[in-house]
T-cell receptor, first 113, second 115 residues
Framework: AAGVIQSPRHLIKEKRETATLKCYPIPRHDTVYWYQQGPGQDPQFLISFYEKMQSDKGSIPDRFSAQQFSDYHSELNMSSLELGDSALYFCASSSSGSHNEQFFGPGTRLTVL | DQQVKQNSPSLSVQEGRISILNCDYTNSMFDYFLWYKKYPAEGPTFLIS?????DKNEDGRFTVFLNKSAKHLSLHIVPSQPGDSAVYFCAASARTQGGSEKLVFGKGTKLTVNP
């Protein structure tokens, strides 16, 4: 079965650079969630989209923005990168309606030097 | 403050025995609970879930129990297998006005099943 696809899997950037992470949800899933997991931490919710509209916002810095496109894929744009942004970034997708399980992608490991 | 708490950072059990992973929550608005399993360098894998209107859900070797009055849930794995060794995250969600069901995670429990 198709899973959530994230690219790139690994990314190395310098401080103050920008990064773009991509997420391709499971087909027919209309909701995308972004989470950030720091070393030894639990995943923290950043932002979510339903039907291409932002549906919720968590602890996402103003330097970050995201959107969901007409084909339901999503991109997380990160600017003015800081050392503390180094983390695993997970995308998850689900289908709307009553409670549905979120299925996670393999994550993008971002390292800021 | 941590709304979902997994107070045991690690657990070690023998193959064939029962593994019990515990989770407590503080937010009474949570109405759906999930367990995820995570291997290093991979994304969390959904295991099992339970709605707040139920007190038990079973799927093969995995059973989740929910005690709503105590705000406590547990995951039972029986019999435990070495391949079950991973970090287990408890997660909870509450439907927001925007329709989002963002997950709030515990810090995880590392389960080791010894052959």
């Amino acid at each position: 079965a198709a899973g959530v696809i994230q690219s790139p899997r690994h990314l190395i950037k310098e401080k103050r650079e920008t990064a773009t992470l991509k997420c391709y949800p499971i087909p027919r899933h209309d909701t995308v969630y972004w989470y950030q997991q720091g070393p030894g931490q639990d995943p923290q919710f950043l932002i979510s989209f339903y039907e291409k509209m932002q549906s919720d916002k968590g602890s996402i810095p103003d330097r970050f923005s995201a959107q969901q496109f007409s084909d339901y894929h999503s991109e997380l744009n990160m600017s003015s990168l800081e050392l503390g942004d180094s983390a695993l970034y997970f995308c998850a997708s689900s289908s709307s309606g009553s409670h549905n399980e979120q299925f996670f992608g393999p994550g993008t490991r971002l390292t800021v030097l | 403050d941590q709304q979902v708490k997994q107070n045991s950072p690690s657990l070690s059990v023998q193959e064939g025995r029962i593994s019990i992973l515990n989770c407590d929550y503080t937010n009474s608005m949570f109405d759906y609970f999930l367990w995820y399993k995570k291997y290093p360098a991979e994304g969390p894998t959904f295991l099992i879930s339970i709605s707040s209107i139920k007190d038990k859900n079973e799927d093969g070797r995995f059973t989740v129990f929910l005690n709503k009055s105590a705000k406590h849930l547990s995951l039972h794995i029986v019999p435990s297998q070495p391949g079950d060794s991973a970090v287990y995250f408890c997660a909870a969600s509450a439907r927001t006005q925007g329709g989002s069901e963002k997950l709030v995670f515990g810090k995880g429990t590392k389960l080791t099943v010894n052959p």
